[in-house]
């Protein structure tokens, strides 16, 4: 099957070439035949590289050692679920996994798109055929094929790293991945639309679901890694601004942006250079993910071995920037708006000081992300950028960004009168600061906190608005009951609704963020039956007592369990386990250091997170850590919401359009309403 | 997101600092142990039994000292670098990752420093004196490490005012033309063509 799996990556080689040439070629000289052969690549390409991932898959189950990649990342005992995810866990895997999920998408993107917009298909064909090609050249001629053989077969493999064997990296990686990757198909249309000059709104109707897919697996990719951050490093936190999550959030920033400013486009005929860059962007910005994590150009507990496969990505980084800004240059005659600003008391200004502020986070982390090789490269000094620097600059700029997502829905298109104004900010801005007033009354003082929460108010409550007016306005309209409206509200206006239902998530996301502001930890060593107590910030006492350490052998590891007790007040809430793990090989060999599995409790208002550090001298005598991080359950909450209205907005339907002119009659009235 | 920034904040109280780092220092020293460094809820419980296989739960660790829970040490470590390559503050390095060589040396360093009467800045000053800035979780605020706080806000703020003035521009702009383009556009609309728009209107609403 390994033999078969290299032979994959070679024909997959020619079959990318081939498809990139003829689709170019074809497109530019209207060949017919060319445009064919190049969408039959495509197709061929995803079979080859489908069967690629097929071979290595079966020589992880069947456990061939003598295949360098499978000794390095899986081993006999190691549960299956796990050995899945071997696939991607290390370099030369995930290279393939990149490559063959692209082909997917490159298939599916010629299968969906819809008859109107196929005029672009051998361009996006071509476009995705070249990038999938650069993927399997790095495999191939970069060190990296995941088939490549050992000299000898090893008796076991070393397994997955303890670290990896969570159900939490079996699915956040991919979801990653199918982010950055899903940002190729936009990317490829915007060549295309580039390449061939039909430069209307019709290639951004085309992407529509394409960008709000990749921007959703982002952010549940984002939200899985915070997740896995948490429950397994046992640092205690979720984010820790290391470069490799930076590397994440950086297109998350621009593609969110990009789905603001791409409404102005559709609605107004503007920005069409902007949205244009702002897709480029993304692109290169999980390319440069890419290269960030695997070049060891800047050290990360994420990254990936070094290797070489750095300088490929960088030259791929470099000359795609410079091809893809070269033809936007040239085509920037042809993307001339069609209308200007009216006024800057309208969402169309609002959504343009959005993108300023998404954009300028996105330029503020890759500039921090950066900084320690600028500043060797400038100054000759090394420095270090860790998330005191970081939450220095983008705390304030994220809190900006809220107070943002509050106004913009507030304000109409084109102009808002000030009666309007007055009418859309009087119950949001009497929220905010009630809940500002609760906070300094309740004896808050930390400036951030504050802001967040009082804005949180301010964004909640405009959501709260646009919702009832909404409901409000159809039950009137059509005598439909208040759930009956409610549903029929989101589902006649998806992207609207939907929208709003991700700035909920976003408000619940901020929110949790400013509860770590009030995080408590202490140490204690402990004997069995001893105990230490620690505060809340809700002000009652939790009381932790050691029961004593339990040992013993599970599927792929040898473990060490700690008990302790939990009381609040003095009640009895239940019990939790922390563990030291020794992972080993099929032979009972150790193959990793110890890791440490975390105890959790978590409730609505906070978490309790207990970590055994070690033992004294091999006895039962434990060292603890105790830490109660406030509203961590919101973070999840407000991921799920995220992800939840995410769904709806890109969710297919939303009746006949008869019915929906029909249905949005209301709309037309809360237009006349306003103005 | 939030972590971090309290960083310096605790070290007010200096008596009380001092003190702290005193005991802390002694407290290394089991003759000097103070009876309440660990809280015991059982006094009168035996010594805790051995473990069946101690290999399998890491590396022995010495027991927690009141250093180890003191804020202000706390605070000195979170503005350090821990410097075994994790990229992680000397704090977080050592309550985390147990097997890391480097960090409990660099905790027993801080606590020494400050046990010698050492204020918190000073104790940081010597770790870049004797390491560099790259020893700091965040760069200081000054030369070129200003680019780095300062830039992204002025970018931000220099392109919004340039938009808040090109925005003003355009509206003053088309609002004579919208003015113009109303009488235009108003007059040649028959009576015919208004009652067929209101029937359309009356249809969508229906």
């Known amino acids: 099957m390994t033999l078969l799996g290299g032979l994959a990556l070679w024909v997959a080689c020619l079959l990318g070439v081939w498809g990139a040439l003829t689709g170019l070629l074809g497109a530019s000289r209207g060949r017919a035949d060319l445009i064919a052969s190049s969408r039959h690549a495509v197709f061929a390409l995803c079979g080859t590289l489908l069967i690629a991932v097929l071979a290595l898959q079966v020589a992880l189950f069947r456990h061939d050692f003598n295949v360098e990649y ?3 990342y899986s081993s006999r005992n190691m549960p299956t679920f796990y050995t899945w995810s071997a696939l991607y866990a290390g370099q030369k895997g995930s290279l393939l996994f990149w490559a ?66 969570n159900p939490g990296m079996v699915f956040h990686p991919p979801m990653l991945y199918l982010g950055y990757i899903s940002i190729t198909i936009p990317f490829a249309f915007a060549m295309a639309a580039l390449l061939s000059r039909r430069l209307d709104v019709d290639w951004l109707v085309a992407i529509r679901k394409w960008t709000l897919l990749s921007w959703l697996f982002l952010s549940v990719g984002i939200c899985l890694g915070m997740w896995w951050a948490y429950v397994e490093l046992g640092w205690g936190g979720y984010w820790a601004w290391d470069p490799v999550e930076n590397a994440s959030f950086l297109p998350w920033l621009t593609m969110t942006a990009f789905l ?18 702002l897709i480029i962007g993304s692109w290169l910005l999980s390319i440069f993910g890419t290269f960030l994590t695997r070049s060891g150009v800047i050290s990360s507990v994420h990254s ?20 893809s800004f070269w033809l936007y240059a040239r085509r920037l005659p042809d993307l001339t708006a069609e209308s200007t600003l009216e006024s800057i008391v309208s969402r169309e200004a609002s959504f343009l000081f959005n993108n300023l502020l998404f954009v300028g986070i996105a330029f503020s982390v890759l500039l921090g992300t950066l900084f320690p090789i600028l500043s060797e490269l400038v100054t000759g000094t090394k420095v270090t950028m860790g998330p005191p620097a970081f939450n220095r600059v983008n705390i304030p700029l994220g809190l900006a960004l809220l107070l943002l997502t509050g106004i913009g829905p507030l304000i109409a298109w084109r102009r808002s009168s000030l009666p309007n104004l007055r009418r859309q900010f009087a119950v949001p801005v009497t929220s905010g600061v009630l809940a500002l007033l609760v906070l300094l009354v309740a004896g808050m003082r930390d400036p951030f906190p504050i802001a967040a929460i009082a804005l949180g108010a301010f964004v909640f409550a405009t959501v709260v608005q646009e919702f009832v007016r909404g409901v409000v306005a159809r039950h009137r309209q059509y005598g439909e009951g208040w759930w009956l409206a409610f549903g029929r509200l989101i589902a006649r206006n998806r992207r609207r609704y939907g929208g709003y239902i991700v700035h909920l998530g976003i408000v619940i996301l901020f929110i949790a963020f400013a509860g770590m502001a009030f995080k408590t930890e202490t140490e204690a060593t402990l004997r069995p039956g001893e105990s230490a107590t620690l505060k809340s910030p809700y002000g009652w006492t939790y ?45 009972g060999q150790p193959t990793f250091q110890p890791s440490t599995e975390v105890g959790i409790r978590s409730d609505l208002r906070e978490d309790l997170y207990i970590v055994l550090a070690g033992v004294v001298n091999g006895t039962e005598q434990a060292v603890y850590r105790f830490t109660i991080n406030p509203l961590v359950w919101w973070v999840w909450y407000g991921g799920l919401i995220v992800a939840l209205g995410g769904l709806v907005v890109m969710w297919p339907g939303g009746g006949a359009p008869a019915v929906r002119r029909a249905q949005a009659g209301y709309a037309v009235k809360l237009v006349a309403e306003r103005s | 997101m939030l972590e971090g920034r309290k960083v310096g904040k605790d070290i007010s109280g200096r008596r009380e600092f001092l003190g702290t780092v005193t005991l802390s220092v002694l407290s290394i020293i089991p003759s000097f142990q103070p009876s309440h460094a660990v809280q015991d809820s059982l006094p009168d419980s035996g010594p805790a039994g051995k473990l069946w296989d101690p290999a399998r739960a890491g590396p022995s660790i010495p027991p927690t000292t009141a250093g180890d829970n003191n804020a202000a040490i706390q605070a000195i470590e979170k503005r350090l670098k821990c410097t075994c390559g994790c990229g992680l503050d000397v704090y ?33 000053a010597d770790f870049v004196r004797e390491n560099g800035v790259v020893m700091l979780m965040a760069p200081p605020a000054r030369g070129f490490n200003l680019t780095a706080y300062l830039l992204p806000g002025l970018a931000i703020v220099g392109t919004g005012a340039a938009l808040v003035f090109a925005i003003l521009r355009w509206a003053r702009r088309s609002r004579p033309a919208e003015a113009t383009a109303g009488v235009t556009s108003a007059a040649p609309a028959t009576a015919a063509e208004l009652d067929q728009l209101r029937h359309e209107l009356d249809s969508i609403d229906a």
């Open chain 1, 70 to 72: 499978v000794a390095a």
């Open chain 1, 100 to 165: 063959a999920v692209l082909s997917v998408f490159a298939a599916v993107a010629q299968v969906v798109t819809a008859p109107r917009h196929r005029v672009y298909l051998p361009y996006v064909g071509a476009i995705t055929c070249l990038v999938a090609t650069f993927f399997v050249v790095v495999m191939l001629f970069g060190g990296a094929n995941p088939f490549e053989r050992l000299p000898y077969t090893p008796l076991d493999g070393r397994g997955l790293n303890p670290q990896l064997q």
């Open chain 1, 260 to 277: 603001h400013s791409v409404m102005i486009q559709e609605k107004r005929g503007m920005l069409k250079k902007w949205n244009l860059l």
């Open chain 1, 304 to 323: 990936f071995t070094q290797s070489n496969v750095g300088y490929f990505f960088l030259a791929f980084l470099v000359i795609a920037g410079t091809l």
């Open chain 1, 543 to 587: 009381t932790f007592t050691h029961l004593g350490i339990s040992q013993y052998d599970a599927l792929n590891r040898q473990v060490t369990a700690a008990t302790v007790e939990v009381a609040r007040d003095g009640r009895n809430i239940g019990r939790l386990i922390t563990e030291k793990r020794q992972h080993v090989d099929s032979r």
């Open chain 2, 92 to 124: 977080t390095c050592r309550t985390t990752d147990f097997t890391c060589p480097v960090s409990p040396g660099l905790h027993r360093k801080v606590m020494a420093m400050a046990g010698a009467g050492m204020s918190g800045e000073q104790i940081i």
